[in-house]
C-alpha cells in the first residue's frame, strides 16, 4: 500500500513500539491503546478511535479506544443495536466510510443515536484474517464529509497492526490452552500407570493383565479409567500410613 502518510515519522517509532511488546509481559491491549492512540495523531480531526473485537464465543467488545468516550459509547450502540458501520465492516469485510452519521439511512437507529452525540463521519475497517474478520478498527470525527478515501487507506495501515497483536493474542492463548490440555493428559497417563504397577503388584500378573483388571473396576464403579486409577493409588497410600 503506498500512499503519503501524516506523520509518517511518528507512526514508525509507535508501530516499532507497538511490535516491541509481542516479546514482553505487556498486555495486547496496551499495544492496541497505542495503535489507537496513534490512529488519532495521525488523522486530523478526528475525536475518537476504538478497535473491536469478536471472541469465538461470538461476544464483542471495545478492545481499546482513545479520545474519551466517544468510541466506546459509539461502540456499545452498536452491540446494542445490532447494527452499525463497524458491524458492517465484520460481516463483509471491507471498510466502510460513513460520510454523514444524520443522513446516513444503512442503520437508521444507529445514525440517529450518534449523530445526537455529536458525531459527523465514521471509518470503519475489519481486521481480517484470511476471508474472516475478528474486529474491526475505526475513527469518529464530529463534523460531517469529513474523512474521505485517504482516511479509509490510512486507516488500514491501523487495521493491519491491530490484527498483529490480535492473531498474536489468540496464538498465545490457544497455546496456554493446549499446554494445560497436555498437563492433564499426562497426569492421566501417570496415575493410570501407577494403577497398572500395583495391580501388577498385588495380584502377579503382567501389564496387560492389570489393565484389564483396571477396565473391569472402573466398569463395575461406573467411574472413568483415570477416577478408578486415582482412587486405587489413594487408598493405597492412605493404607500405607
Known amino acids: 500500500m503506498d500512499i ?3 506523520l509518517a515519522e511518528e507512526l514508525t517509532v ?4 507497538a511490535s516491541k511488546l509481542l516479546l514482553t509481559e505487556e498486555t495486547v491491549a496496551h499495544a492496541l491503546q497505542l495503535i489507537t492512540d496513534a490512529a488519532i495523531a495521525a488523522i486530523p480531526g478526528a475525536m475518537g478511535a476504538g478497535v473491536s473485537l469478536m471472541k469465538p464465543t461470538g461476544q464483542r467488545l471495545t478492545a481499546a479506544s482513545s479520545g474519551g468516550e ?7 450502540l452498536q452491540f446494542e443495536l445490532g447494527e ?32 445526537s452525540m455529536g458525531i459527523g463521519s465514521v471509518v470503519s475497517s475489519p481486521l481480517l484474517t484470511g476471508t474472516t474478520a475478528v474486529g ?10 469529513h474523512f474521505d478515501d485517504h482516511t479509509v487507506r490510512l486507516l488500514a495501515l ?3 497492526q491491530a490484527l498483529l497483536f490480535v492473531v498474536h493474542a489468540q496464538a498465545r492463548e490457544a497455546a496456554a490452552v493446549l499446554s494445560e ?21 498385588r495380584d502377579k500378573t503382567g501389564e496387560d493383565d492389570a489393565f484389564r483388571t483396571l477396565i473391569a473396576m472402573s466398569r463395575r464403579s461406573g467411574e472413568t479409567l483415570h477416577e478408578t486409577a486415582a482412587a486405587l493409588v489413594r487408598f493405597s497410600a492412605s493404607s500405607s500410613t
Open 4 to 6: 503519503d502518510l501524516p
Open 14 to 17: 509507535v508501530f516499532a513500539r
Open 70 to 76: 466517544i468510541a466506546s459509547m459509539a461502540d456499545a
Open 84 to 115: 452499525g458501520p463497524c458491524l458492517t465492516a465484520w460481516a463483509t469485510g471491507e471498510a466502510v466510510l460513513v460520510s454523514d452519521a444524520s443522513a446516513d439511512h444503512r442503520w437508521p437507529a444507529w445514525s440517529a443515536a450518534v449523530a
Open 136 to 145: 474491526a478498527v475505526k475513527v469518529y470525527a464530529g463534523a460531517s464529509d
Open 158 to 160: 491501523f487495521a493491519e
Open 181 to 201: 490440555q497436555l498437563q492433564h493428559a499426562l497426569f492421566q497417563r501417570d496415575t493410570i500407570s501407577v494403577a497398572k504397577g500395583m495391580l501388577m503388584a
